[in-house]
């Protein structure tokens, strides 16, 4: 019997020690190894079961936040630093200065060029012997400054004559003479209005024409302003698809003074844009549409073709009422070559002469308005944009002839 009782407690203790050393290797198998942090190393304990009906705890008092103030998810700004955030603000439209008189205000550049002429035949005058070679010397200086040869002729002999009847010797009386004779090769009686006013149905519409490099689209934009400035109200047509920055350039500009330009694509039919831009200056109610067409070589003669092809396509809506010609002074006689080509294929209404500041042949004033029998309307005297002026006789020939 006891040896059963033995058994029986040996068998006890043999289960006991082999339950125990299974949970040991369990609890071994869960730990993590010494070299683990402490907080780490830590039991947690498992989440209590959610309460629910009486059990359930009493909800925390938390902020409440409205929808506005809930980030969106990928945003990286406050909504205050989304308010600071600042959107560029448009351009100023600017305010060109009044065009009246500002040839007089700009005669300072047109003079220091100008001055040569001036002086140098004051100088052959003053002389005390006024023979023929010193009319000879006269005539040189003239036609040097690009007068032309036959109103150079008319210049000299109207003066050899008042010079001899008048017995005229004085600087004073000598530069008064010259004034005389030289105002009325420019001729103050031409007419020099810029027809830019609109009709009853349809705005003016000006063409602006040239050959390469004259300075067209500078020309156009200033333009514009002269005509802002004046109190037009102004649609511009960039008609000149050939060149690529034509465009961007002309439309640059019109922004600048509040005018909105009408393009089409890059190498596009030109015509159809001049008359699409007369189309949106009779439903704008505009004053003026002025169009900028491509540069062409007057040898050309598919491209000046093309040109009447515009005239004609924009007549369609009304009259053409300006075709201006961009003539650079600086070219000389060459500019008078280009004027005469382009004569022939559109009626030439007015000259714009550009760089008149940079050349001391402003004789070609006197010379384009003989051989196209039509008025320097504009003059550029600068690269600013208000350095474009209307055509003064008056304040020009006082350039000429200096204080």
Known sequence: ?????????????????????????????????????????KT??????????????????????????????????APEALEEVEVPAAPPVEQPEPTAGRLVRLRSRLSRSQNTLGKGLLTLLSRERLDDDTWEEVEDTLITADVGVTPTQ??????????????????????GLLREELLTLVDPTLD????????EESPAVVLVVGVNGTGKTTTTGKLARVLVADGRSVVLGAADTFRAAAADQLQTWGERVG??????PEGGDPASIAFDAVKEGIAEGADTV??????RLHTKTGLM??????????EKHGPVDEVLLVLDATTGQNGLVQARVFAEV?????????????????????????ELGVPVKLVGLGEGADDLAPFEPEAFVDALIGE
Request: proline share 8%; glycine share 8%; net charge positive.
């Open 1 to 41: 019997m006891e040896i059963v009782i033995l058994v029986v407690v040996i068998a006890l203790v043999v289960v006991l020690a082999a339950g125990g050393l299974v949970v040991g290797s369990r609890r071994r198998k869960q730990q993590l190894p010494p070299s683990a942090p402490p907080s780490i190393r």
């Open 44 to 77: 947690t304990a498992p989440p209590a079961e959610p309460h629910v009906g009486d059990e359930a705890a009493p909800p925390r008092e938390e902020a409440r936040r409205t929808i506005e103030e809930v980030p969106l998810p990928g945003a990286t700004l």
């Open 154 to 175: 008319e210049l000299v002999e109207r003066l050899r004559t008042r010079v001899r009847v008048l017995g005229t010797r004085t600087p004073a009386e000598l530069r």
């Open 192 to 199: 020099r209005v810029l027809r830019t006013e609109s009709h």
């Open 259 to 264: 005018a909105r330009t009408v393009r089409g």
């Open 290 to 295: 002025l169009i900028d067409t491509a540069g």
């Open 305 to 314: 073709d093309e040109l009447g092809k515009v005239k004609r396509v924009v």
């Open 346 to 370: 559109v009626d030439i209404t007015g000259i714009v002469l550009t760089k008149l500041d940079g050349t001391a042949k402003g004789g070609i004033v006197i010379a384009v308005q003989r």
